[in-house]
C-alpha cells in the first residue's frame, strides 16, 4: 500500500452500494479501501482495530446499532478519525464537525464527488491534527542579559535537530537581538513585510530568514522606531499562521513587558522563563510570578530555566528554589568561551560544538520539553 494513500474504511449493509463504490475506488490509486464492515454493533471494536484515515457511515445501516447511533457511539468515545455520513435525499443530514460529522455524501454521487470528499475530510483532519500538535514556547525573563536570545536560538536549533520544523520569532521587536546575532543583511525581511490583512501560508515563505542552522526566523523591524507598527493583532494573526505551518515555534523576547511581549506569552503553550543566582533576577521572577498569577496563568504554563546553573555565587539550588517558591525545571550551564564564541560568530553552539556540556544541557531542555509530544521524531516536515 503507497504511503501517501488514503485508507478508507465503509460501514455499509447493502451489498449493492458497497459494490458500486468498490466499482468506483478501481479506477484511482489515491485511496485504498480497508474493508467494508456491515455490522454496526461490532463497528467500534473493527474500527479501532483498523484505524483508517477517512470513515464512510451509511446513515440508514440497519441492525442493533444504526448508521447514526454508530457516529455517536464512535464520537463520543474519542476515536480519532473524520467521518463522513452517507444519505439520501428522502433523509437530508447536515455536516456536523461537533457532532463527528465532517462531510455528507447523497446518492446518488459520482467517483468525483466520493473522491472529492474523502481527500477533502482528510486533508482538513490532519491540518487540525498538526495544528493540535504543535508547541509554542516563548522564552522570556523580567530581567535582561540573563540569556534569552542565547537559549531561544540554541533551544530552537536542538528542536529542529530533532526533527521538529521549527520557526523562531525574534519578539525583540526594537532592537532585533536576532538580527544583530546572526548579522543579517538590513534589507532582509521581517515581521513587517507579511501583510497585515489576510496573512497566508504562501506569504511565509519569503520572509522567513531561512537560517543555516536549520531554524527559520521570523526576524524583527530593522529600524528600532518600526516596532510600534506591529499590532497585537498582527501578532496573534501570525502565530496561529505559524503554528499551522511549524511543529515547534520558538519566541524571543525582550525583559519589557510590552503589549506585544503578553500577546506572545499570551499566545503560547509554554512560558520558559529565566532565571539566574542573582538578587534582583530573582526579586522580579517572584514580582512576575504575581503577575502571571493575576492574569489567570496556570503554574504550569511557565517552567523556570536556570541558566548559568554551575555559577551560583555563594547560592545554592535550595535556596534558589526557596526563593522563587518551586524547584526550577531545567538547567543549563556556564560556558562563557563557547557561547559569547558562537554568540559573536552567529552560529549555535549546540551545532559547532555538540559535546560541551552547554549544548547537552540544551538539547536535554529540548527533548524534556518535547515530553509529551505525540509526534514521533522525524515524522514532520
Ligand atoms: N549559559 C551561558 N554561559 C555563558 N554565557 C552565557 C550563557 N548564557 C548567556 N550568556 C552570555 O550572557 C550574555 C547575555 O546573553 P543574551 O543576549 O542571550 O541575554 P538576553 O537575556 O537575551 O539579553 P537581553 O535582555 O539584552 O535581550 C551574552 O554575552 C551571552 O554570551
Ligand atoms: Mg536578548
Given at each position: 500500500?503507497?504511503?501517501d494513500?488514503?485508507?478508507l474504511?465503509i460501514?455499509?449493509?447493502v ?6 463504490i ?20 461490532k463497528?467500534v471494536g ?7 484515515d477517512?470513515l464512510?457511515?451509511d446513515a440508514?445501516?440497519q441492525g442493533r446499532?444504526k448508521?447514526?447511533q454508530l457516529v455517536d457511539?464512535?464520537h463520543?468515545?474519542g ?14 443530514i ?18 468525483f464527488?466520493?473522491?472529492n ?6 486533508r ?11 508547541r509554542?514556547l516563548t522564552?522570556f ?9 542565547t ?14 520544523s521549527?520557526a523562531l ?6 532592537f ?10 538590513p534589507?532582509?525581511?521581517s ?5 497585515t490583512?489576510?496573512?497566508?501560508e504562501?506569504?511565509?515563505a519569503?520572509?522567513?530568514w531561512r ?16 516596532a ?7 501578532v496573534d ?8 505551518v511549524?511543529?515547534v515555534v520558538v519566541i524571543d ?11 506572545f ?6 512560558i520558559i ?7 534582583t533576577?530573582i526579586?522580579n521572577?517572584l ?8 492574569i ?8 523556570y530555566?536556570?541558566?548559568r ?6 547560592m ?8 522563587i517558591g ?13 557561547v ?13 560544538e ?10 536535554r ?6 515530553v ?7 515524522a514532520?516536515?
Amino acid at each position: 500500500m503507497g504511503k501517501d494513500q488514503i485508507r478508507l474504511l465503509i460501514v455499509e449493509d447493502v451489498p449493492q452500494v458497497a459494490q458500486y463504490i468498490r466499482g468506483l475506488l478501481n479506477s484511482q490509486s489515491a485511496i485504498s479501501l480497508l474493508d467494508v464492515l456491515t455490522d454496526g454493533s461490532k463497528a467500534v471494536g473493527q474500527i479501532s482495530q483498523l484505524r483508517p484515515d477517512v470513515l464512510v457511515v451509511d446513515a440508514l445501516l440497519q441492525g442493533r446499532v444504526k448508521g447514526l447511533q454508530l457516529v455517536d457511539q464512535l464520537h463520543s468515545g474519542g476515536i480519532g478519525v473524520p467521518i463522513i455520513v452517507l444519505t439520501v435525499p428522502q433523509h437530508p443530514i447536515e455536516p456536523d464537525p461537533e457532532r463527528g460529522i465532517q462531510a455528507v455524501l447523497m446518492m446518488p454521487f459520482s467517483g468525483f464527488d466520493l473522491m472529492n470528499k474523502v481527500s477533502g475530510v482528510h486533508r482538513s483532519f490532519q491540518a487540525s491534527e498538526e495544528a493540535a500538535g504543535s508547541r509554542v514556547l516563548t522564552v522570556f525573563a523580567p530581567k535582561g542579559g540573563v540569556g534569552k536570545t542565547t537559549v531561544a536560538f540554541n533551544l530552537a536549533v536542538a528542536m529542529a535537530q530533532a526533527g521538529r520544523s521549527t520557526a523562531l520569532i525574534d519578539g525583540n521587536l526594537q532592537f532585533g537581538d536576532l538580527r544583530s546575532l546572526l548579522k543579517v543583511p538590513p534589507d532582509a525581511p521581517s515581521i513587517l513585510d507579511l501583510p497585515t490583512d489576510r496573512v497566508q501560508e504562501s506569504d511565509l515563505a519569503d520572509v522567513m530568514w531561512r537560517d543555516p542552522s536549520g531554524v527559520d526566523i521570523l526576524l524583527a523591524p530593522p529600524r528600532i522606531e518600526q516596532a510600534e507598527m506591529v499590532t497585537v493583532r498582527d501578532v496573534d494573526k501570525i502565530l496561529s499562521l505559524l503554528r499551522r505551518v511549524y511543529a515547534v515555534v520558538v519566541i524571543d523576547t525582550p525583559a519589557a513587558l510590552t503589549d506585544t511581549t503578553l500577546s506572545f506569552l499570551d499566545a503560547c503553550d509554554t512560558i520558559i522563563e529565566i532565571v539566574t543566582f542573582d538578587s534582583t533576577t530573582i526579586h522580579n521572577t517572584l514580582a512576575m510570578a504575581d503577575t502571571f498569577r493575576s492574569i489567570g496563568y496556570s503554574p504550569s504554563k511557565v517552567r523556570y530555566l536556570v541558566n548559568r546553573a554551575d555559577s551560583s555565587g555563594g547560592m545554592d539550588l535550595n535556596e534558589l528554589a526557596k526563593a522563587i517558591g518551586r524547584v526550577p525545571e531545567h538547567f543549563v550551564v556556564s560556558d562563557g568561551r563557547l557561547v559569547i564564541e558562537a554568540n559573536n560568530g552567529g552560529v549555535p553552539f549546540v551545532l559547532t560544538e555538540p559535546g560541551a556540556q552547554v549544548s547537552l544541557d540544551i538539547i536535554r531542555v529540548a527533548s524534556e520539553l518535547l515530553v509529551g509530544d505525540r509526534v514521533p521524531v522525524g515524522a514532520r516536515r
